[in-house]
């Protein structure tokens, strides 16, 4: 697996309280094509993706407790403005905090293989550095924060769209098996 870098990102502009995410069991759906507006290559088959519906049942007990687990959930995602796919459809956020600097963001969302394919040939537009990743045949797009540990990283393929920001938190590993619990 590609070694990962510890990042963080300062979460300017989010927004503040909000309900907890719904635990709900995971939902499974049939991808079709990825998208071909792509910058670079992306898988051309069609894949099951499993996408979770619980921000407290991600990843490995041990790999949750590294990334968030002193920090306090404190909305389900709604309301942040991030890059997103045209049309797309939340399906789980999680904004954890602890303290006045330290965070995490999640947002999955999906839609169709044509919108997340766009988006993400538009984000090297928006200073993000974009590559197909080795580790889950997806394109991995990172762009650098104000900070030594500050990024935001975004992980596209067969419609779905996962979006993880850090504030003085390595996220890498964490990121890392989501993606690959989605993609399985």
């Not at 870098?5 to 502009?13: C, E, Q, T, Y």
């Not at 907890?20 to 069991?25: N, Q």
């Not at 071909?36 to 990843?59: I, M, R, Y």
């Amino acid at each position: 697996m590609t070694a990962f870098v510890a990042a963080g990102l300062v979460l300017a502009g989010c927004a503040g309280g909000g309900g907890s995410p719904t635990t709900s069991p995971t939902a499974s759906v049939s991808a079709s094509e990825s998208p071909s507006a792509s910058p670079t290559p992306s898988p051309t088959e069609s894949a099951s993706v499993t996408l979770p519906t619980d921000c407290n049942n991600l990843a490995t007990p041990e790999t949750w407790q590294a990334a968030v687990g002193d920090m306090t959930l404190q909305s389900n995602g709604e309301g942040f403005v991030r890059p997103a796919p045209e049309g797309s459809t939340l399906v789980l956020g999680c904004d954890w905090i602890v303290g006045d600097a330290t965070g995490m963001l999640l947002l999955i969302s999906t839609a169709t293989p044509d919108a997340v394919g766009a988006a993400v040939a538009d984000l090297p537009a928006e200073g993000y550095t974009c590559q197909v990743s080795d580790d889950f045949g997806a394109d991995f797009c990172v762009l650098p924060g104000q900070g030594t540990d500050t990024e935001e990283m975004i992980v596209a393929r067969d419609g779905v769209w996962i979006y993880l920001s850090t504030v003085n938190r390595n996220g890498r590993a964490f990121l890392s098996e989501i993606v690959s619990s989605i993609f399985a």
